[in-house]
């Protein structure tokens, strides 16, 4: 019960992946509030799967996992509490939505196919159209083809933990989201140096 930000983490463990972007969002956010995650927050490497199992064996005192692991994760612990949400913390210290998977196109297949970025924009649109709209369904797809247990996704949609935003990188919004994170990325560590800005999309 002590616990209820990151901020309370100092001096604790946190279990998580450090090979994931989920931990460099949550890496760039704890330096943003005078936080260093490795020095002022213990944080011992493990995937989502060990990280839940060292989280449920009272080994490490928190731990980062994504959805739908969440929503399990809440569902067989209910008095277990989220103490930070990457999207929340992001829009904190930025002030707008920020982007967990920048989708990459090989150059040669867009000038092959150049409407290729637009329909693969298109296609995901209608997914996360259909996941809003036919929560139902979306979960008794998931539940039949990734197994996920039933009730699982809709509780991830509905919480507003997991949720599918897709825009195109060359919407002048979009690409400052972008440039941002990797600015931030940069400043961090995680990044040499600024991609040449050729690297995001513009038709």
Do not use: C, H
């Not at 994931?20 to 890496?27: E, I, L, Y």
């Not at 080994?59 to 996992?65: E, K, P, S, T």
């Not at 196919?113 to 797809?141: G, H, R």
């Not at 507003?160 to 560590?189: C, F, H, N, Y």
């Amino acid at each position: 019960d002590t616990i209820k930000s990151l901020a309370d983490m100092k001096g604790k463990q946190l279990a998580v992946d450090m090979g994931g972007s989920q931990f460099q969002v949550t890496k760039m956010y704890a330096a943003a509030k005078g936080l260093d995650l490795g020095r002022d927050i213990i944080v011992v490497n493990a995937n989502f799967a060990v990280a839940r199992a060292l989280l449920e064996a009272d080994r490490v005192d928190a731990a980062l996992v994504i959805e739908p692991l969440a929503s399990i994760i809440l569902k067989q612990n209910p008095d277990w509490k989220v103490i930070f949400n990457g999207a929340e913390g992001w829009k904190e210290i930025t002030g707008q939505e920020g982007w967990e998977i920048v989708t990459a196109m090989r150059a040669d297949a867009i000038a092959k196919y150049p409407d290729a970025p637009k329909m693969l924009i298109a296609a995901l649109q209608d997914v996360a159209q259909f996941m809003k709209s036919d929560t139902a369904e979306a979960d008794k797809i998931a539940n039949e083809t990734l197994k996920l247990p039933p009730g699982i996704l809709a509780a991830a949609l509905e919480s507003k933990r997991l949720q599918m935003v897709i825009q195109p990188a060359w919407d002048p919004a979009v690409r400052k989201s972008i440039t941002d994170m990797m600015e931030r990325a940069v400043k961090t560590g995680f990044y040499e140096k600024m991609p040449d800005e050729k690297i995001i999309y513009s038709p």
